[in-house]
Each structure stands twice: as C-alpha cells, then as structure tokens.
C-alpha cells in the first residue's frame, strides 16, 4: 500500500489549495478515504473523510464549510480543496486509508498559511 500526498505549499490567508493524495497497492474504490493534519507543536486531528462511492462526506467543523473531500476512482485519488484558507489550517496534511486492521498513512504535504 502506498499513499502519495501532494499540492501544499505556501498560501497567503483568504486563498486555496488542492491537495491530492495518489493510492496504490490495494483496492482503491471499495474503501473510504480521510484525510488529517498536525498543526505544529499539536496532536494530529481528524479533517474529513468520504465513502468509497463518493457520496458521503463528513467534516471536522472546523474546516466545513471551506474544505471540500472528493475522489476519482478512476484514478485512485482522493483530492482536498480548500478555500478561504486561515492561518489556523496550517498543518502537514495527511491522506488514510483504514484499510482494518490497518491504517496506512502518507508522508504528508505541509501547507502553511501566512502574509
């Protein structure tokens, strides 16, 4: 199993970014996807997460509203676009996959939100 994050970076408050996480090793499209993140200094913390269909979506209430989970099974991506980015979101963000008994992770993808 392997998840590969991408798309963060650098963003100024107010603006967005895409984030896309890459899956291989299983199968993608029977499973539901999450993603998390750990602000500096703090534990990780649950962001949102979406059925194996697409059809269902949940969020942390922190980001809802402004954080969007989508996926193409097609391509064996889960993507997360976020707008109206605070400085609060910055975080390295994480795709999972709870494939039970185990959970897998990607190596992250920093987002950072500053002037």
């Known amino acids: 199993v392997e998840l590969v994050e991408s798309g963060g970076g650098l963003v100024q408050p107010g603006g967005s970014l895409r984030l896309s996480c890459a899956a291989s090793?299983?199968?993608?499209?029977?499973?539901?996807m999450s993603w998390y993140r750990q602000p500096p200094g703090k534990e990780y913390e649950f962001v949102a997460s979406?059925?194996?269909?697409?059809?269902?979506?949940y969020y942390a209430d922190s980001v809802k509203g402004r954080f969007t989970i989508s996926r193409d099974n097609t391509q064996n991506t889960v993507y997360l676009q976020m707008n109206s980015l605070k400085p609060a979101d910055t975080a390295v963000y994480y795709c999972?996959?709870?494939?039970?008994?185990?959970?897998?992770w990607g190596q992250g993808t920093r987002v950072t939100v500053s002037a």
């Open positions: 090793g299983f199968t993608f499209s029977v499973h539901d």
């Open positions: 999972n996959a709870p494939l039970r008994p185990t959970d897998y």
């Open positions: 979406i059925n194996s269909t697409g059809d269902g979506t």
